[in-house]
Each structure stands twice: as C-alpha cells, then as structure tokens.
C-alpha cells in the first residue's frame, strides 16, 4: 500500500496512466488535480517522438468520493510534431476514462447510465446532482445503454411471444396519437423489443429482421384484437399459434357495454351522463364481474336501469359482457367452445347493433379465443411491465424522441445485465469475536 499523501490519492483514485498532484476542497466538493505519466509519444501521423507543447485545464465529473461529489482538473497536454512535413502539426492526448467532449469519466456515465437505466430515475435528476447538463448525462445514457440493449444474447430464444399496443405520444393538432408495439417474451417478462407504430407492416418488418432459427422457436403469439398485428404475424410466424389475450377480449365487451350505455343515456336525457343520472350512477358496477356483486350492488344496478334503459339495451350489453366473461370461467376447451358459441348466438340474435358488432368481432377471433385455453398463453405478463413502461414514462415527462424512449424502456425492463463488480463481503462484527 502507498505510502504517503499522493500514494493514496492515486490508490483511491484508481485511475490508471494518471498521476495525482494535489487534492483540494471547492464548496463541499472533492478536487482531485490530475495529468498523464506518459512521458514520450509518438505522432499518430508519422511516428515521430512529438515535442510538449503546452497543457490546458479541462474538468469531469467523475463518481462521488466517500459521498461527496468529485471532479477531476486534468492538466490536458498538447502535444506537437516536429517533423516538418507532417500534417499532423498539435493535439491534446485522449484517455480511455473519458469519452471525447464528454465532462463526465466513463465511469460516472456508466453510473449514470444505471442509475437512469436500472432504476428508471429522471435524466433531469441525475444531470442536477452531478452538475452537468441534462444531453451529457443522456449521452452517456446511449453511449454506455445501447451495447447493453443492442446485445444479439439479450433476447434469446422466445417460446411465447406477446405482442401489445401502448400510447407513446397523445393526440396534438399537429398528429393524431402514436402507438408503439411492445413485444414481450412471456416465460421471462422481458420487453423484448419497441417499435414505432401498430401497424402490421411495423411488427412484419421486426420480424423479418430475427434469424429463422428464433422465429421457428416462437410457439405461440397472444395479442389483443387488433387486426393488423394477426396480419402482421404472417407470414414469418404462420406457423405459431395465435392467442386472442383474455384481458383485452374482455376489455372489448366492457367498451361495448360502455357505448351503448352512452348512448341510451344520451337518446334518454339528452346529454352526457351527470352524478345524479342513474346509468351514470352504475357505470362501475356495471362493468364488474357479476359474481363480486353483492346483493345490494345487485339491487343497485337492476333498479338503476329499471329507470334509465326502457328498451333493455344496456341490461343486453351487459349480459352479454358477462357471457364473455363466463367463457374464461370455463374448466377445459370443450366447454369454452360450448359458452362461446353461446355468446355469440346470443350477441347476433340481439337488435341492438353495438351487441351484434361485438357478435361479429368475438367470431372473427373465435380461434384464437380458445386457443387461449389450450396453451394458457395471456399477456398478463405485459400488462405488468406496461407499468414498469408507465414509470420510465412519467419519469421522461413527455418523450418526444422515440430512440430515447425505446433505449430507456428496454433498459428498464429489457432483461438488461448489468455488471456491477463483485464485492468482497465484510461480516458485521459479532459479539463472540471479542469473547
Ligand atoms: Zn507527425
């Protein structure tokens, strides 16, 4: 172990190819003054041993220091050529701790990138405490995440896919919203991959880009009922069985309930529904499952639209929400098919047309309704990482860059490895050891 003062700043340092020549106090900060050991070097143009110019003073940003926040003042060398015919003429020496035009050692962007990229913390944050701007630390957010999410062995082979919509930018005058498609590997809960846009074509050409040997290992894929991704999945994965997502096929008899609900309200009272309003009163309860009604809710409800829906419409969207639900009730395939068939039988012999074209969307989907209960695949998985998505999202306030959003989503919860060096345990002091 070193000796004295500048020993042991260059053994806490930890930098190698530099030396320390002081360490100093600004406000609270560490300031470790800094410059290269290297002594003789050779022009990159023409090799010959260059001449020391002169040195300027650059700072970074480097990791806290015993938990105060450190910078570096390195005495940059420039060098010069002497050789008269070299273009080469001056320089300043480079280091492999610092990334050119960057204030911030490679080690503290790779910190950074973590800290924004593990645990999903603002950039803002993260540029605040350091001291740097907010494009530094995202910089270093792409600089040290991309090889990370861009790692061929991050996906791996993928047996049940899940492939779902989600919002990236609302609505504004100038475009309507965009989507984005997260595809999703089911067995890891890992978001695999983002793309820009729902569109089949978008989630054709991803999938045009994986080797044949990943796409013949994808068994099955669930999606929502979203036409263009069944389009999309031929014809590279033709060949998996498509699952219609329980979550979503529910989620569309609830929108169906919810129209005409709007719509008797409105053709009833004449505007949209208010607080006193006795559909709008159960506009809850109504979407509830039947069997977590109790008989007051029960009461509550059937009475509501005693008074509120004269022709049975809303009380026929209703059960026929409830006929969907009742096919995930189902015990085996035989009897999912039985109460299908059932409920879509009973959507077409409806007048109501909001029921009949849930009739028609539940037989255009009727397969891959039921292929949910042959294979058990649902994206339950993605429904929870859309909300480890969500936390990236509120933390970014608003991505307008979809790159940035993608690199820092799958950081989030792409199944990203993240080196952290081991460390050597140290045991809590025990009482025996003074015994
Ligand atoms: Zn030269």
Same mark, same amino acid.
Request: aromatic residues 4%.
């Given at each position: 172990m070193a000796g004295d003062g500048i020993g042991f700043a260059e053994a806490l340092l930890g930098l190698d190819g530099f030396r320390v020549l002081g360490v100093g106090d600004l406000d609270g900060e560490v300031v470790v003054l800094i410059e290269?050991?290297?002594?003789?070097?050779?022009?990159?143009?023409?090799?010959?041993?260059?001449?020391?110019?002169?040195?300027?003073?650059?700072?970074?940003?480097?990791?806290?220091?015993?938990?105060?926040?450190? !910078?570096l003042r390195w005495a940059k060398r420039r060098w010069r050529?002497?050789?008269?015919?070299?273009?080469?003429?001056?320089w300043t020496e480079e280091t492999p701790h610092v990334s050119p035009r960057s204030v911030l050692t490679r080690r503290a962007g790779a910190d950074a990138c973590r800290r924004v990229g593990e645990e999903a913390r603002p950039v803002s944050r993260l540029a605040r405490e350091l001291g740097v701007s907010w494009s530094t630390v995202m910089d270093a957010v792409v600089e040290h995440g991309t090889p990370l999410v861009e790692d061929p062995g991050r996906i791996g082979p993928v047996r049940q896919l899940g492939v779902d919509e989600t919002s990236f930018l609302r609505a504004k005058p100038e475009h309507p919203t965009r989507f984005v498609t997260g595809l999703v590997d089911l067995d890891r809960r890992v978001m695999i991959d983002l793309i820009e846009g729902n569109a089949a074509g978008d989630v054709r050409a991803w999938l045009g880009g994986r080797p044949d040997g990943w796409l013949a290992g994808v068994a099955t894929v669930a999606t929502d009922l979203h036409e263009p991704y069944r389009n999309g999945l031929s014809p590279h994965l033709a060949h998996a069985q498509r699952v219609a997502d329980p979550f979503h096929v529910v989620g569309v008899a609830n929108r169906c309930l919810d129209t005409v609900r709007r719509r008797v309200q409105q053709e009833t009272l004449g505007h949209r529904g208010?607080?006193?309003?006795?559909?709008?009163?159960?506009?809850?309860?109504?979407? !509830?499952?039947?069997? !977590?009604?109790?008989?007051?809710?029960?009461?509550?409800?059937?009475?509501?639209?005693?008074?509120?829906?004269?022709?049975?419409?809303?009380?026929?969207?209703?059960?026929?929400?409830?006929?969907?639900?009742?096919?995930?009730?189902?015990?085996?395939?035989?009897?999912?098919?039985?109460?299908l068939d059932k409920a879509i039988v009973g959507c077409a012999a409806d007048d109501v047309p909001e029921i009949q074209a849930l009739g028609r969307t539940l037989t255009s989907w009727r397969t891959e309704i039921l292929a949910h209960h042959?294979?058990?695949?649902?994206?339950?998985?993605?429904?929870?990482?859309?909300?480890?998505?969500?936390?990236?999202? !509120?933390?970014?306030?608003?991505?307008?860059?979809?790159?940035?959003y993608r690199l820092r989503v799958l950081l989030h919860t792409g199944g990203v490895k993240w080196d952290a060096p081991p460390t050597a345990r140290i045991r809590a002091r025990s009482p025996h050891s003074f015994a």
């Open positions: 290269t050991t290297a002594e003789r070097v050779g022009c990159s143009g023409c090799g010959v041993v260059a001449e020391a110019q002169d040195r300027m003073e650059v700072e970074v940003r480097d990791l806290a220091c015993f938990g105060r926040p450190a !910078r050529c002497r050789e008269p015919l070299c273009d080469k003429k001056t208010r607080k006193r309003d006795p559909l709008y009163r159960i506009r809850r309860v109504l979407l !509830r499952g039947a069997e !977590r009604l109790d008989e007051r809710g029960n009461r509550r409800m059937l009475l509501a639209l005693r008074v509120g829906d004269p022709k049975d419409e809303v009380l026929g969207a209703w059960l026929a929400k409830e006929s969907v639900r009742d096919v995930y009730l189902a015990e085996n395939p035989a009897d999912a098919t039985t109460l042959e294979t058990g695949a649902s994206n339950g998985p993605t429904e929870a990482l859309n909300l480890l998505v969500k936390k990236v999202k !509120r933390c970014g306030h608003g991505f307008k860059n979809f790159d940035h």
